[in-house]
């Protein structure tokens, strides 16, 4: 196999943009992959020869990542997304439907090689369950009329649309404004204005006023980002980088996406500017692999702003340098850990380093780094332009600036939401009619996963807390991506835990045994709770399991995946003991618990 004389001409481009040249090997399987359709053995030794690697370097890569095809597929590949959002949302009928038209398992191409079906994990398309992509594309909120069109060779495309949230509209400015993605758009509103006025501060000004502007990261801990920056080291010597995490992938969170696909200038101004006050030459934005449009859309973005002289060398005639490279990831939900996260910006597998040392010291290529979250990145050239005083002001103590929502499963008005940090409940959020408002048509909220799938789930009388960082904590959750998932009566918390300790199981990286093993033991024994062939014992084991991972992994993977199992045996252990009883799932029986538990005449 050889690339094609265009493919060759954007393979010798990708492996410019890294000092080391195994970090291309991502984006050249990629690459390979568009160009053959799947990567076969002679492939990954094209591919190794290219990158001056062995072909056991180039498979052991590539057979870590769900999107590389290391079999041939379908023509059309369809992804439905099962994960808690989506199906809360219906989506296991779709896909159950979609593989019945066609005769094939899920995970199976038709004999004619049309069509591939696939389970996905979460795609960040929560708001529009189920979620689906066809070859790439998105197809949300997709029903069976859907499938059958594209069945029939029709192409369906539907994309989220983003509802508005009531106040000010600081984040998500432009995001309803036509043609959002363009620089002219942004521009207009005051986009790059300023940018060669910041450019000429001091680097330290710019940490010290972010660090007073009490801006918290937002991609899940929350830690200081001033304080963040500080900790990089002074005149080691080597190159500083950025690495923006667009990553994405925590279930039912879908708020960075928004800024990518609708109003990139706003990030790439903000990695300017961020670049510059950590000194910083070099930016790489790892995106997911599953954000197709979110790639274009930077892209093309990036494109207008080197050609306007916002990216690349002397930038607006300052004598800073700053390029700003998009790396794919490729599918799998650890990649968001920042150590991950430049491993596999190395091109390796995503598996998390041992810390310390801390990315600020020891990051990418062995340099200092800072990983960031796009949402927090987007924040800075807020606290310069209206100075830290008021972005500290405009949330909660200690919980600076404006902050995005994400708020799915059965509400009225999924989306993903802009308010002050923490001057908004949780309540709100849920039944506020600017947002969510409230729980579908008949039934009543049971449970709400606060920030993302890796929280304590909480109760419906523990939702009126603050949702910043400090209120969620003080409720024994975490606010986490912000990325609320909210079930009503009907939803089985067994079934609930399940379904997200199977996407932990799927999203393990391997390299401990307590989460290697204990999440696959975990499966297990929900899967046969579940079906109502469980035993008390193993509700006795279950937690024993879960008590075995906390606090014991080489990263927080672990912790987060015991949220659900834990939070759900706390605090609904009757559901677990109802099917150890029963032997079957009370949804069997009845369309809520309650229900369920008056036929079988257990007192309430
Ligand atoms: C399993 C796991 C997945 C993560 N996924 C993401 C992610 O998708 N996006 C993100 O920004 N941070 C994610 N994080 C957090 C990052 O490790 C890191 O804390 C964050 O990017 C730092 O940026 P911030 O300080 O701006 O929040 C994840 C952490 C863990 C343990
Ligand atoms: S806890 Fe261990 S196995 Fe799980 S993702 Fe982290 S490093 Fe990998
Ligand atoms: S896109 Fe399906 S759960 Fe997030």
């Keep these: 196999m050889e690339l094609t004389p265009d493919n060759r001409k954007t393979f010798e481009e990708i492996v410019a943009r890294y000092p080391v040249k195994r970090s291309a090997l991502l984006p050249t399987l990629r690459l390979v992959q568009e160009q053959e359709g799947w990567l076969s053995r002679e492939a990954i030794q094209h591919i190794a020869k290219l990158l001056d690697l062995t072909p056991a370097q180039v498979h052991d890569t590539a057979s870590f990542y769900t999107m590389f095809r290391l079999q041939p597929k379908g023509k059309t590949v369809i992804e439905v997304c099962t994960t808690l959002s989506c199906a809360l949302g219906g989506a296991e009928e779709l896909l159950h439907y979609a593989c019945n038209k066609l005769g094939i398992e899920p995970g199976d191409t038709t004999a004619d090689g049309r069509f591939t079906v696939k389970e996905a994990e979460c795609l960040a398309g929560c708001g529009g369950a189920p979620a689906v992509q066809v070859n790439g594309e998105w197809l949300e909120h997709a029903t069976e009329a859907d499938i059958d069109k594209v069945l029939a060779g029709e192409t369906v495309r539907r994309s989220f649309e983003w509802p508005r949230s009531p106040g000010e509209h600081i984040l998500f400015q432009n995001v309803w404004k036509e043609n959002s993605t363009s620089m002219d758009v942004y521009r207009s509103s005051g986009g790059y204005g300023k940018l060669g006025q910041w450019l000429g501060m001091e680097p330290e000004a710019i940490v010290e006023e972010v660090k007073k502007s009490n801006l918290r990261g937002r991609g899940g801990a929350g830690f200081p980002t001033g304080m963040k920056w500080g900790f990089l080291p002074k005149d080691s010597g080597k190159p500083i980088y950025?690495?923006?995490?667009?990553?994405?992938?925590?279930?039912?969170?879908?708020?960075?996406?928004?800024?990518?696909?609708?109003?990139?200038?706003?990030?790439?101004?903000?990695?300017?500017?961020?670049?510059?006050?950590?000194?910083a030459k070099t930016a790489y934005i790892y995106i997911r692999g599953e954000f197709h449009e979110g790639a274009r859309t930077l892209e093309k973005a990036l494109a207008e702003a080197r050609a306007a002289g916002y990216v690349g060398r002397n930038i607006l005639g300052t004598g800073l340098d700053v390029d700003i490279w998009v790396h794919r990831g490729a599918g799998s939900y650890e990649c968001g850990e920042e150590t991950a996260l430049i491993e596999s910006l190395e091109g390796k597998r995503g598996q998390p380093r041992i810390k310390p040392p801390f990315p600020a010291v020891v990051g990418l290529y062995g340099c200092p780094t800072i990983v960031n979250n796009v949402e927090t990145l987007a924040n800075v050239p807020l606290v310069l332009e209206r100075g830290a005083e008021w972005f500290a002001s405009y949330g909660t103590e200690k919980n600076g600036g404006p902050k995005l929502y994400s708020i799915s499963g059965h509400v009225v008005r999924p989306?993903?939401?802009?308010?002050?940090?923490?001057?908004?409940?949780?309540?709100?959020?849920?039944?506020?009619?600017?947002?969510?408002?409230?729980?579908?048509?008949?039934?009543?909220?049971?449970?709400?996963?606060?920030?993302?799938?890796?929280?304590?789930?909480l109760l419906a009388d523990e939702i009126d807390i603050a949702m910043d960082f400090d209120g969620v904590a003080q409720a024994g959750s975490m606010l986490g991506s912000a990325g609320t998932i909210v079930m009503d009566d009907s939803t089985c918390m067994v079934w609930m835990a399940k379904n997200l300790i199977y996407f932990y199981k799927h999203e393990s990286c391997g390299k401990c045994s307590p989460c290697r093993e204990g999440t696959g033991w975990m499966l297990r024994l929900l899967e046969n709770i579940e079906a109502g062939q469980g035993t008390e014992k193993d509700l006795d084991l279950l937690w024993k399991i879960t008590d075995s991972i906390s606090g014991k992994t080489v990263c927080p993977f672990g912790d987060a995946a015991i949220a659900p199992p834990q939070s759900t045996l706390q605090k609904f252990r009757e559901e677990f003991e109802y099917h150890v009883r029963e032997k079957r799932c009370w949804k069997t029986v009845a369309p809520t618990f309650a229900e369920a538990k008056a036929r079988s005449g257990v007192s309430a």
């Design 242 to 279: 950025l690495c923006v995490n667009a990553d994405e992938s925590e279930p039912g969170t879908y708020k960075d996406r928004v800024i990518i696909e609708r109003d990139p200038h706003r990030l790439i101004e903000a990695i300017i500017v961020s670049c510059h006050a950590i000194r």
């Design 415 to 457: 989306g993903s939401y802009e308010a002050p940090m923490g001057r908004i409940t949780l309540k709100d959020l849920i039944y506020g009619e600017g947002y969510a408002q409230g729980i579908r048509d008949g039934h009543e909220l049971k449970a709400v996963v606060p920030g993302g799938s890796s929280t304590p789930v």
